[in-house]
């Protein structure tokens, strides 16, 4: 069975975060779900999170980060790598199939269940099916407009939903700074 469900985009601009995703989820061709929640304050509101990948894989991830930040005294790049490395060589953590954005007020990170973390130049990124797209329309936005974070990360989820078949309009946003 494939699950295909999830947009989740990352913008910081101007000392504001805003981390959007669509509430789409979709098994095999149906949509079986509108309104689902993929993105997250953790930590004390000190970061969010949004997370690609099935539901259990998602909450197991999710916890683990979450604790990992605590463990670092909220240093949200330390606790990625930290995660990151933990997801990579735990026997059963690396059989999961996910993608994390993880955000506070400094910076925007992807993780990987690989051992990556990335911080994009931009301070702007997507995952997850139309993920490409909102990231793209987003980049635009940065270069473009005057728009904040949220407006951004919004106007970016629209185009993805027009674009990809696995997205739709249901959008939340999640912000801090």
Known sequence: MVIRSTTVLAVRRN??????????VTLQDRTIKHTARKVRSINNGSALIGIAGSAAD????ADRIESKLQASNGNLRRAAVEFAKEWRS???LRHLDAMILAADKECVLAIGGDGNVLEPDE????????????????????????LGAEQIARAALEVSAEICIFTNDKIIIETIG
Request: no cysteine; proline share 0%.
């Open 15 to 24: 000392g504001v975060t805003a981390m959007a995703a669509d509430g789409q």
């Open 123 to 146: 301070g702007v990124i997507g995952i997850g099916s139309g993920g490409g797209y909102a990231h793209a329309a987003a980049l635009a936005l940065i270069r473009g407009t005057e």
């Open 58 to 61: 998602a909450q197991t991830l």
């Open 90 to 92: 735990d026997k059963v």
